[in-house]
């Protein structure tokens, strides 16, 4: 039995180490949790797990009890005595009592295939993974055929959860099919958007399903070495990383015989350096070569001339993670989840102005009302929610109206938005949506990476136009301008080479047409269709 | 030629940049980490240490440059004893960090992107840092703060820099 799941008569006590729960004081919590009981000569284990993503309850901490875990939350250092005064440690009532934490409606509404494990474990633990389904997904992958690794990827239906949307297993089989003397699998762990968050807390809460998915990943198209590209933002998600792949070479997941196989797949970690660009996979690449993050044109496909030239998979965090899950139960399992096109499951993240934010893994199909309103619990502020962005930074603003949308790729591309990376930022009603518009503008103009000249210039111009609207929307309508924005914002759309620029216009036509007043327009004219 | 600031000793800084160029040797695309190993280790990565970098590497100084110049973290002097980054993206706007920026730069007396001149603090922007379901944000001296606000920061700032 591992560390983590010991038996119940052992007080263990559960203080989260993810980033979200640190920043809330999970440290200074755990602390005095271990200084409380030492005073009460009470022996207990502190187990630093990951976070089940319920952030509003963060710093969470959890007991172990015959019934099963126990959780308190939001805990501040305070709380501490008292929590041990109420008998916590049995699982007893307290005012910061949230009950058994798998009967929290939040969470035990959710579906959670990725993130299984994450809040449960010691996500440092090689052996809690492993107490805990872990690298089964890799055991059977290591008994099948390649062609059959990729068969059952493309089975599941998964597409990249980056954004794009593109089917995993028709990127995996087009690298398989190309002949090379080295091929490559890069993971994007650049996760720039605003909003998200659902990669760092892959790799801060459960960092080996990512490992084993890669892993995985490189026996199926016949790539040695993979590259985990990650953000300079997350130092947490770099420390549990480097732990735990140091943890996968000791114990023969990773090297040049993985589990005596006599296959090898090697992998290393690499730090970004605060470009957002450099989430878009050639930017990606070149950065990885040691070059100034600028986007490639395509073709060729990376997939074919890849990382230094090689045929190379290059996917999102939550794509490879999913992978592990997928060889385990089966693409048939995995694709049993969602409706129409997207299948499986999809890790949200509900942020920004709300009231319950954090990670809700659902199968696609959800919808924007349930999501806000059931499991949000309406904004933080407690006014009403005005409009909502999905997607990033390059997503659009959704009003009220739209709220009844299905979580699902087709849906929203109908809307012309996005699920993108599956991040929801919510604002209430004091949002000022030509400031927001602008506000995509000024970021392209700060992370463009200055190839194309529609992303480069267009952007600066975007956001100059809009400071020239809002200063003079309350002299009256102003049609020539809003005609230039849209003429401006029609060049980036067809002329970018890559989606920053070509889609920071999803953001400012969204904030028009649906919030066309804030723009000086009046919505009952046609001026902003 | 700029000239260096003083916290940088030149042979220090020549040694160290050797030494990291020694320890990525075979490592294929390594300028990155090179860049991070020198800046992890001397707080900055001086311009001066460029032509070092670019004979190592085989390529020109213009490419160092146009490398290191690309990327937002990379900075040719070291920042103040405490560093503050104020997260700007949606998430945190939603939430009022630009009346948060505002307040913060009235009382501090900097504007984003700026040091003091006694190099007691640098005020910075950052662009997402991955809690924004607990905006707004900030990074102080490389630790997380979710849900700040100007009077917290303020102690937080006063506090550290009794300890430091």
């Known amino acids: 039995m591992s560390e983590a799941t010991m038996s119940a008569g052992t007080l263990t006590v559960y203080v989260p180490r993810d980033a979200t729960a640190l920043s809330l004081g999970a440290d200074r919590v755990a602390q005095a949790i271990a200084a409380e009981a030492k005073a009460r000569n009470l022996e207990i284990k502190l187990v630093r797990n990951g976070s089940r993503g319920l952030f509003w309850l963060e710093p969470m901490v959890e007991v172990n009890t015959p019934a099963g875990r126990v959780a308190y939350g939001p805990v501040k250092t305070k709380d501490v005595p008292g929590l041990f005064d109420a008998g916590f440690l049995e699982g007893k009532a307290h005012a910061l009592g949230q009950g058994l934490t798998e009967e929290i409606d939040y969470l035990k509404r959710q579906e959670r295939l990725t993130f299984a494990r994450a809040g449960i474990t010691d996500p440092w633990s090689l052996d809690d993974y492993i107490a805990h389904d872990g690298y089964r997904g890799l055991k059977r992958a290591l008994s099948m055929a390649p062609e059959a690794i990729v068969a059952e990827v493309t089975e599941s239906g998964l597409r990249g959860r980056g954004g794009a ?28 958007d605003s909003g998200t968050f659902s ?19 490189g026996l199926a198209v016949g790539a040695t070495m993979g590259y985990i590209y990650l953000r300079s933002e997350y130092p947490h998600a770099e420390a549990a990383l480097t732990a735990t792949i140091a943890s996968a070479y000791a114990a023969g997941y990773l090297g040049d015989d993985v589990l005596g196989s006599g296959k090898a797949f090697h992998l290393e970690l690499r730090r970004g350096a605060g470009a957002y660009i450099c989430g878009e996979e050639t930017a990606l690449l070149e950065s990885l070569e040691g070059k100034r993050g600028t986007v490639r044109p395509k073709p060729p496909l990376p997939a074919i001339e890849g990382l230094f030239g090689q045929p190379t998979v290059i996917n999102n965090v939550i794509s490879l993670a999913s992978v592990p899950i997928i060889l385990d139960k089966g693409g048939a399992y995995y694709k049993d989840f969602g409706m129409g096109r997207s299948l499986g499951t999809l890790p949200i993240q509900l942020t920004g102005n709300i009231a319950r934010g954090g990670l809700i893994e659902k199968a696609f199909g959800v919808t924007l009302r349930e999501l806000l309103y059931e499991y949000g619990g309406g904004s933080a502020s407690g006014r009403p929610i005005r409009a909502v962005q999905v997607g990033g930074p390059l997503g659009a603003y959704l009003p009220e109206s739209q ?34 518009a602008r506000y995509a503008m000024e970021f392209c103009a700060i992370e463009s990476c200055g190839k194309c000249t529609p992303c480069r210039i267009g952007s600066t111009r975007g956001e100059e136009l809009l400071d020239q609207i809002i200063v003079a929307r309350s002299e009256g309508p102003q049609p020539g301008r809003i005609e230039l924005l849209k003429s401006l914002c029609d060049t980036m759309l067809g002329g970018s080479l890559c989606a920053l620029g070509g889609m920071t216009p999803y953001p400012v036509m969204s904030a028009l047409n649906h919030f066309p007043e804030d723009f000086g327009v009046s919505p009952d004219t046609t001026e902003a269709r | 030629m700029a000239t260096l600031p003083q916290r940088f000793d030149p042979e220090q800084c020549q040694a160290v940049t050797r030494e990291v160029l020694a320890a990525h040797r075979d490592q294929p695309g390594a300028l990155l980490p090179i860049l991070h190993d020198i800046q992890d280790r001397l707080g900055a990565v001086p311009p001066e240490m460029l032509p070092l970098i670019a004979e190592d590497l085989c390529l020109s100084r213009a490419e160092v440059h146009g490398v290191v110049s690309f990327y937002h973290d990379f900075r040719a002097s070291p920042p103040g004893r405490q560093h503050l980054k104020l997260c700007q993206a949606e998430a945190c706007q939603s939430m009022g960090v630009k009346a948060l920026t505002a307040e913060l730069q009235s009382k501090l007396g900097l504007e984003l992107g700026e040091t003091r001149e006694d190099g007691s603090l640098t005020f910075e922007a950052v662009y997402c840092l991955g809690n924004c379901a607990c905006a707004p944000n900030a990074m102080l001296n490389g630790e997380l703060h979710g849900r700040v606000d100007a009077e917290g920061l303020l102690a937080l700032l006063a506090e550290q820099e009794t300890q430091a």
Do not use: S
Request: proline letters at 4%.
């Open chain 1, 165 to 192: 949307a593109f089917p995993t297993g028709i990127k995996w089989r087009t690298v398989a099919g190309c002949e090379a003397a080295q091929k490559y699998i890069v993971c994007n762990a650049d996760e720039g």
């Open chain 1, 199 to 217: 990669d760092r807390m892959v790799m801060e809460d459960d960092p080996y399903v990512l490992i084993e998915g890669m892993t995985i990943a």
């Open chain 1, 403 to 436: 709220f009844d949308t299905p979580l699902d790729y087709e849906a929203f591309a109908a809307l012309g938005a996005v699920l993108g990376h599956g991040g929801i930022v919510v604002f209430d009603d004091t949002v000022d949506l030509a400031e927001m």
